[in-house]
C-alpha cells in the first residue's frame, strides 16, 4: 500500500468521526509521534 493511499483512507475515516473522536485520534497520533521520535524501531 502507498503512503497516498494510506492517507486516503486515514482521511476518509476521520471524515466520518466526531469532535470527542476526533480529540481521542488527535491525543493518541500525539503520543504516536513523541513515541517514534524516542524510539525508531518497530
Not at 13 to 40: C, G, P, R, S, W
Request: proline share 0%; aromatic share 4%; net charge negative.
Amino acid at each position: 500500500m502507498e503512503s497516498t493511499e494510506i492517507k486516503h483512507r486515514i482521511t476518509e475515516t476521520l471524515d466520518n468521526l466526531n469532535l470527542e473522536q476526533l480529540a481521542l485520534v488527535e491525543k493518541l497520533l500525539t503520543e504516536i509521534t513523541a513515541y517514534f521520535k524516542t524510539d525508531k524501531s518497530l
